[in-house]
């Protein structure tokens, strides 16, 4: 089964571009959904965040979201600090996860923002980019979240430049508004199952 990644920058369109390949009837993981799942599941890492973060970073038995993002986004020494806990645990549940798709689908893929940040790439076949320009991720960030536009760039910034991430992806989907997504998606998925019998 080949391992695929699914990569852009935050208000790229990734979620959308995702769910169109589980309508096609591919396994998608989610990291975000991940990350959150085991910072609130995992006693070690609960442990660990209430250490170096404070109580606050709890409310009962979840995760205060808000506490923990305003402590991160403008600290990047804080920002490594926390990624360092989470993303091992992240991509240990995310090749769990792989490990189960095996056989159920001649592919599967792992959504997450930061593939080539944390490493991940190292357990991936092969990794797909969403690319939007940033005027537009901007604009589809300040409609979905409660965010101001500083805290926008805060978040752009902390991850790597997008035209970069794009270079070392080994195929691109535009998520522009000029591109349609579907005919995209439909062209690489057979490359993929292509790829995935090749490889059997």
């Known amino acids: 089964m080949l391992r695929v990644g699914l990569t852009g920058g935050i208000g790229s369109g990734k979620s959308t571009v995702a769910g169109v390949f589980e309508v096609l009837g591919i396994p998608v993981a ?3 959904r991940e990350a959150k799942r085991v910072m609130t599941e995992d006693p070690v890492l609960r442990q660990q965040i209430i250490h170096h973060f404070g109580a606050e970073a709890y409310t009962g038995r979840q995760l205060n979201r808000s506490y ?3 402590q991160v986004f403008t600290d990047t020494e804080k920002l490594a600090l926390l990624n360092s806990l989470v993303h091992p645990a992240t991509i240990a549940a995310g090749e ?3 490990e189960q798709q095996a056989g159920r689908a001649p592919y599967a893929i792992r959504e997450a923002a930061l593939i080539f940040e944390s490493d991940s ?3 991936l076949d092969f990794v797909i980019g969403v690319f939007a320009p940033p005027t537009l991720r901007m604009y589809r960030v300040l409609q979905r979240d409660k965010l101001t536009r500083e805290e926008v760039l805060q978040r752009m910034k902390n991850q790597i430049d997008e035209d970069i991430k794009m270079k ?5 989907i535009y998520n522009d508004e ?5 005919p995209q998606v439909l062209s690489l998925h057979e490359q ?4 995935a019998a090749a490889a059997l």
Request: aromatic residues 8%.
């Open 178 to 182: 000029q591109h349609p997504v579907i």
């Open 121 to 123: 790439v190292r357990h």
């Open 68 to 70: 923990l993002a305003a």
């Open 192 to 195: 993929l199952l292509q790829r």
């Open 30 to 32: 989610y990291a975000d």
């Open 96 to 98: 769990q996860w792989m």
């Open 168 to 172: 070392l992806c080994d195929a691109v």
